[in-house]
């Protein structure tokens, strides 16, 4: 991306109230070894093809994450995939809106909405699961950004900051108390999902070395500093058992 264009988009961002002063939240320091049990959940976010490299809207080296997610998941009983799953002109699409352009900001009915590229259309190849993500375990895929009118961050609720996704429902149904978060992007999808999960009520950690970042000019130091101050605990695959 152009350095003016990521310059302009850290702009609209900010603007949009998606992202907060920047500041670098260091990692969590933690004992060898967290064990996750019975209640607790991994939680893959928008691991598709639109987010890694080819893709509609990639993140650098958002392939990565995929071996890494793999081997975690066989520490998990429970796995939840989250999939980006737009409508054809879906409303946060600049494609949409006459006279716009990806990047810029529109009021939309709930609010600011940042307008992207046209990406993760249902049914097409570009919103399908990236191809060698292997967890035949998981039991649920909670899609999101259906809804023609609003967009979805977070895998709890819609960016109007109240239609529910399902997923709250879910995990609280199954008794999980804690759950894991990887995948796409840090500083957006994970970064409001791991905080949706703490607002939730959850126990929160963020697998650092499973996800990657856009990183506009301070957005990802931006984003741990917004997580550590809900609570949200940072480490590395490494940390766990």
């Given at each position: ?123 097409t190849d570009d919103a399908a699961l990236h191809k060698d993500l292997a967890l035949p375990t998981a039991q649920v895929i909670v899609r999101k950004g259906y ?10 609720t819609e960016a109007d900051g109240k239609t529910p996704t399902g997923l709250g429902g879910y995990l609280k149904q199954r008794g999980i108390k804690k759950v ?32 990657r970042a856009i990183d506009l000019n301070g957005s990802l130091a931006a984003a741990w500093k917004q997580m550590a101050a809900k609570g949200v605990k940072r ?7």
């Amino acid at each position: 991306m152009h350095p003016a264009t990521r310059r302009t988009l850290l702009k609209t961002l900010s603007g949009a109230g998606l992202v907060a002063a920047a500041g670098l939240a260091g990692r969590v320091a933690f004992a060898a070894g967290i064990k996750p049990d019975a209640r607790s959940a991994l939680i893959v976010v928008d691991v598709q093809n639109c987010f890694v490299t080819g893709g509609t809207l990639p993140v650098k080296g958002g392939e990565e994450v995929v071996p890494v997610i793999n081997k975690l998941a066989a520490a998990f009983e429970n796995i939840v995939i989250t999939q980006d799953w737009h409508t054809k002109g879906h409303a946060s699409f600049a494609s949409t809106h006459a006279g716009k352009k990806p990047f810029e900001v529109k009021k939309l009915a709930y609010g600011n909405q940042v307008l992207w590229p046209d990406h993760c259309v249902q049914g097409t190849d570009d919103a399908a699961l990236h191809k060698d993500l292997a967890l035949p375990t998981a039991q649920v895929i909670v899609r999101k950004g259906y809804h023609q009118e609003v967009d979805s961050y977070s895998a709890f609720t819609e960016a109007d900051g109240k239609t529910p996704t399902g997923l709250g429902g879910y995990l609280k149904q199954r008794g999980i108390k804690k759950v894991f978060v990887t995948g796409l992007a840090t500083d957006f999808c994970v970064a409001w999902t791991a905080m949706d999960a703490r607002k939730a009520g959850l126990e929160v950690y963020v697998i650092e070395d499973a996800t990657r970042a856009i990183d506009l000019n301070g957005s990802l130091a931006a984003a741990w500093k917004q997580m550590a101050a809900k609570g949200v605990k940072r480490i590395q695959s490494t940390d766990l058992a």
